[in-house]
């Protein structure tokens, strides 16, 4: 349970998962607690690995009223944090809408870039929308920045 809190891929928790011990053994000169909490979470961590797990990450819908003439600015910006136009619609006062879906990981910091953009006349919210699977090659990255990691503590 401990390693599942922790996570074996990228150290997010892992969920929706049973786990089923056939066997196992005491033996009194080197058995104790903290030997088969190791033995757990080694055996849980090369099964999680063998069982081809996939990274999720939360979805957003994201509602942007922006200036008209900046909608060029925040359609390239939003396709660079991968982000899925669902529809565009004019609005009053010169302004548009602009709904999409995007990962929440690309959000860091859209706050300060949108007002940048648009001399801070825009404004947005987001609302949670689902889980979704990581990009193949963004989850090897993800990965390997863990591994890494690991391997320097």
């Known amino acids: 349970m401990e390693k599942m809190e922790e996570g074996p891929l990228t150290g997010s928790y892992a969920r929706d998962i049973k786990v089923c011990v056939f066997d196992g053994k005491m033996h009194p000169v ?3 607690e903290i030997s088969f909490k190791i033995a757990g979470a080694k055996a849980f961590s090369d099964a999680f690995k063998n069982a081809g797990p996939k990274i999720m990450e ?3 819908n994201v509602d942007i009223f922006v200036p008209s003439d900046r909608m060029g600015d925040v359609m390239s910006d939003l396709q660079s ?6 529809g565009m619609q004019s609005e009053s006062n010169g302004f548009e809408k602009i709904t999409t879906k995007v990962p929440l990981a690309e959000m860091n910091r859209y706050s300060t870039i949108l007002s940048s953009i648009t001399s801070g006349k825009a404004t947005y919210n987001m609302e949670f929308d689902k889980y979704s699977q990581v990009p193949g090659d963004l989850q090897k990255d993800l990965l390997k920045a863990y591994e890494a990691e690991q391997n320097e503590e």
Request: hydrophobic share 40%; charged share 25%.
């Open 30 to 32: 080197d058995s104790n």
């Open 58 to 60: 939360p979805i957003y």
């Open 81 to 86: 944090r991968r982000a899925i136009i669902v």
